[in-house]
């Protein structure tokens, strides 16, 4: 039972990261009541200060791979860490938090009937032997390499959607969101739109894996969260997957240039040697999600990067050791 039918009760795990914090405040300003779940393994209260005074806010320090009773509606999974230093750190957690912990919220999802929608990733399709990618895809994962934690824990739990759905009815969403970019990104987890922006603020070089040629599109967070609003609403026959992303494409050394630029920075380019497993290419392919959501990102990169480096400016002015310069 909802609250006499007026608010919907949502619970976003992973609700204190990036995206989950904006996810929060975006369904806070919808009017509906927001439960934020998070073990703050890289989610900060800081991301979610503004947040905490509104009566219709609520937090729980949990780590989702143990199970969750609560009565909600609706639940928003976005718990896993998201950037290769940090799901890297301890790769069995990061398994465990995909596997168990999606596992743990369909289990609530089934208990409460609630409408539960996966935070999937376009690392699903791992080094894309098709591009642009589109939801047919099957993808090209290595399964024993660095990054496997992450694309082949991320490609189970949509097993485990689908099987929930397909074995007990439950209403499910899965989303395969693309790079995403925006305040509130962590300072230095290694993604290349924070790293290069942080370089540029402290006036190092920016880092270039690789020959700078391999591309990749970009998503302004407020477009990626409506895009994930947008497909919870969706019909209860519609299930996805989905791609949500930016399909403009920029190769990485374009998008130096830009920081280098926005930033009024006078940072060098360095070039290192490329990770293992790292993708060339990676562009969505958007038309499913223009006619089931009549969604398109509608922020370019100039204006989404002008203010994520405002956001970064304020940041390491208040907090310099956040540009992981020691
Ligand atoms: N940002 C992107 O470009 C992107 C791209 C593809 C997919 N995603 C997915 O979106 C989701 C959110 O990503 P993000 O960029 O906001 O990353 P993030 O690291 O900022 O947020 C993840 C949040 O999950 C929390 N968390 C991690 N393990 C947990 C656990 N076991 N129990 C409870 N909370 C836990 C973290 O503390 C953090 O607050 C992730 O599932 C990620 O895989 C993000």
Not at 61 to 71: A, G
Not at 115 to 123: D, G, H, R, V, W
Not at 288 to 310: C, F, N, Q
């Amino acid at each position: 039972m909802s609250n006499y039918g007026l608010r919907k009760r949502v619970m976003v795990t992973g609700g204190a990261g990036f995206l989950g914090s904006h996810l929060c405040e975006r369904l806070l300003g919808d009017g509906h009541d927001v439960l934020c779940v998070d073990n703050f393994f890289t989610g900060t209260r800081d991301n979610i200060l503004p947040l905490l005074e509104n009566p219709h806010f609520e937090v729980i320090r949990h780590d989702v791979t143990f199970p969750l009773y609560v009565e909600v509606d609706e639940i928003y999974n976005l718990a896993c860490p998201a950037s290769p230093v940090h799901y890297q750190a301890d790769p069995v957690q990061t398994t465990k938090t995909c596997v168990h912990g999606t596992i743990n919220m369909l289990g609530l999802a089934k208990r409460v009937k609630a409408k539960i929608l996966q935070a999937s990733t376009s690392e699903v399709y791992g080094d894309p032997a098709e591009h642009p990618q589109t939801e047919s895809y099957w993808g090209n994962v290595n399964p024993i390499g660095p990054r496997s934690c992450y694309d082949e824990g991320k490609r189970c739990a949509e097993t485990l959607f689908f099987d929930y759905r397909r074995q007990h009815g439950l209403r499910i969403k899965v989303a395969r969101i693309f790079n995403t970019y925006g305040p509130r990104m962590h300072p230095n987890d290694g993604r290349v739109v924070s790293n290069f922006i942080v370089q540029a603020l402290s006036a190092r070089p920016i880092t270039i894996y690789g020959d700078g040629l391999q591309t990749r599109s970009f998503c302004y967070v407020s477009d990626l969260v409506d895009g994930l609003i947008r497909l919870m609403d969706t019909p209860d026959d519609f299930a996805g997957p989905v791609n949500l992303g930016n399909p403009v494409e920029f190769t990485i050394g374009e998008l130096a240039t830009r920081v280098v630029a926005l930033s009024a920075s006078g940072s060098a380019i360095e070039y290192k040697s490329l990770p293992v497993d790292d993708p060339r290419q990676r562009k969505p392919d958007i038309a499913l999600a223009e006619a089931k959501l009549s969604w398109r990102p509608s922020v370019g990169l100039e204006a989404g990067l002008a203010d994520t480096i405002a956001y970064f400016k304020a940041l390491l002015a208040r907090d310099p050791a956040a540009s992981g310069r020691r």
